[in-house]
């Protein structure tokens, strides 16, 4: 990983030196910004527009069941699959099992299906809701997906509008070659924003990657890469995102009760 992350420093910085940080900033780096933003506004806006919190709990709201009953109906729900996928989910200590079930879920779908089922298990614990059915929980993530999506797409496009409007009005300037802003100092900060932005996507990957980890599936043989090296193992370790999602890294495996 050590190679990996010099390689990428060394090609990261080249791309800076060579177009300034004005036009990284306003350019690759303002759009990055955009979509990342973006993706936080579109995943805390689409529960809001699909559950409602009552009396009983929490429901559904029309605009989620429009989606989710033809999800639901292609989803299996016959013989042994469908009765796993009926099955309730319940949380335990914060370890996700199938209820009446004393076999941790991930344990349980990768003894449930042969040879992918360690793949398919960190996947399917990241969708499962406890209280939920799986296919109830499966139907609502795909709907809860495809309007993140649709909002995503959507907030993009207005931001990045707006970004070419700022960029064409106030910082026109930036983009004509014998500008004074492209100067040394302009390429130097280059360097030092092109840098910064190879190290969020670093941290971006290293943080999906370990959303999947449960210690022992191929989402564990990844992040043991990420972290084999003298540079890699500080950097990928104290990643900042990883507390957002509370993992700590290594993983430690699961224990089956």
Do not use: Q
């Amino acid at each position: 990983m050590d190679y990996v992350i010099i390689g990428g420093i060394i090609l990261f910085a080249l791309i800076g030196l060579w177009k300034g940080a004005a036009k990284l900033f306003f350019g690759l780096f303002m759009l990055l910004i955009i979509m990342v933003g973006a993706a936080f506004a579109a995943s805390a806006i689409s529960p809001l527009i699909l559950t409602k919190t009552t009396d009983e709990g929490v429901e559904f709201t029309p605009a989620a069941t429009v989606l989710m009953d033809p999800i639901g109906g292609i989803i299996p729900d016959s013989d042994e699959m469908g009765e796993l996928l009926n099955k309730k989910i319940e949380d335990r200590d914060g370890v996700l099992y199938f209820e009446d079930s004393d076999v941790a879920l991930t344990n349980a779908i990768a003894e449930y299906i042969p040879e992918v089922g360690s793949y398919l298990a960190p996947i399917v614990a990241a969708v499962a809701i406890p209280g939920m059915t799986l296919k109830v929980a499966v139907a609502y993530t795909l709907t809860r997906y495809v309007y993140e999506i649709a909002i995503w797409v959507v907030l993009v496009i207005i931001l990045a509008i707006i970004r070419n409007i700022i960029r064409k009005k106030i910082f026109r300037y930036l983009d004509r070659e014998d500008n004074a802003a492209k100067s040394k100092l302009d390429r130097v900060l280059g360097i030092v924003l092109n840098i910064a932005i190879l190290l969020i996507i670093f941290w971006g990957v290293g943080a999906l990657v370990a959303r999947f980890d449960d210690g022992a599936n191929w989402a564990h043989d990844a992040d043991a890469f990420f972290l084999n090296g003298t540079i890699a193992e500080p950097l990928m370790a104290n990643n900042p995102l990883l507390k957002l999602i509370n993992v700590t890294l290594p993983v430690a495996s699961e224990s089956v009760s």
